[in-house]
């Protein structure tokens, strides 16, 4: 009898050392900057430089992950609101953008962005570290870009992505490469940057999708890889 309660005590405590490993947080090193009002600050000043447009190439982007007019979107991680007018002039005055983010003061700066840009095809979701907080079964395409890398739990919030797509629906997911140089000079990319390409394929596939594509987008910078849902089984 003893022996078997100290089995049993034995696997109680393996699986709850397992489950913590699994609960915990995977994103520190890339979120440090956004943990004070005066570090998002400083993000979003680097959002809104005026070479972004070079750098990421929007207009492009948003015809490689396949938005056309009358779709609905989400903009994981919209930040200060960059992607919404080339998202929302993409899907149209029929579709419908929604600009997700899980601190309030991106959000208002989405929210300025868009009006000032005088956008009328734009939904703002507060999410958070776990859930995106998108309505079920509503979405042509899931949009993340350079946010991969800052969730803290990537399980849970591929699992809201699973939910919050149609039928059909695609996940892109546009991210830096784990490489040398890949974010501007130097090696930060090595240390911000937590799963190279093939690492985020195999976590995505991991948890409810197939990959569909991948290709560069800039070159040595970043890639584009889209998914779709998994038959349920």
Do not use: W
């Not at 090193?29 to 929007?58: C, I, M, W």
């Not at 039928?167 to 190279?196: Q, V």
């Not at 584009?224 to 998994?230: G, N, S, T, V």
């Amino acid at each position: 009898m003893m022996n078997v309660m100290k089995k049993s005590l034995l696997f109680i405590a393996v699986c709850g050392t397992a489950l913590a490993q699994v609960a915990a947080p995977v994103a520190t090193q890339a979120n440090k900057t956004y943990q004070t009002a005066e570090g998002r600050a400083a993000v979003a000043n680097g959002l809104n430089s005026a070479n972004r447009d070079a750098e990421e190439r929007p207009a492009e982007l948003v015809k490689a992950i396949g938005v056309r007019p009358g779709m609905t979107v989400a903009d994981i991680g919209t930040g200060t609101g960059y992607m919404l007018p080339y998202l929302s002039e993409a899907v149209g005055a029929a579709g419908r953008v929604y600009a997700e983010d899980i601190f309030d003061d991106f959000l208002a700066r989405a929210r300025q962005h868009a009006e000032e840009k005088g956008l009328k095809n734009i939904e703002f979701i507060k999410g958070n570290e776990h859930s995106p907080e998108l309505p079920a079964g509503k979405f042509d395409v899931v949009m993340a870009l350079d946010s991969y890398h800052h969730y803290n739990y990537p399980q849970d919030m591929l699992a809201g992505f699973r939910r919050a797509l149609k039928p059909g629906g695609r996940l892109a997911i546009i991210e830096y490469y784990k490489r040398a140089g890949a974010m501007g000079g130097g090696n930060g990319a090595l240390t911000h940057i937590r799963l190279d390409d093939s690492g985020v394929i195999k976590e995505v596939e991991a948890n409810g999708f197939a990959l569909v594509s991948e290709h560069e987008h800039i070159p040595h910078s970043q890639y584009i890889a889209i998914f779709k849902p998994k038959p349920v089984q």
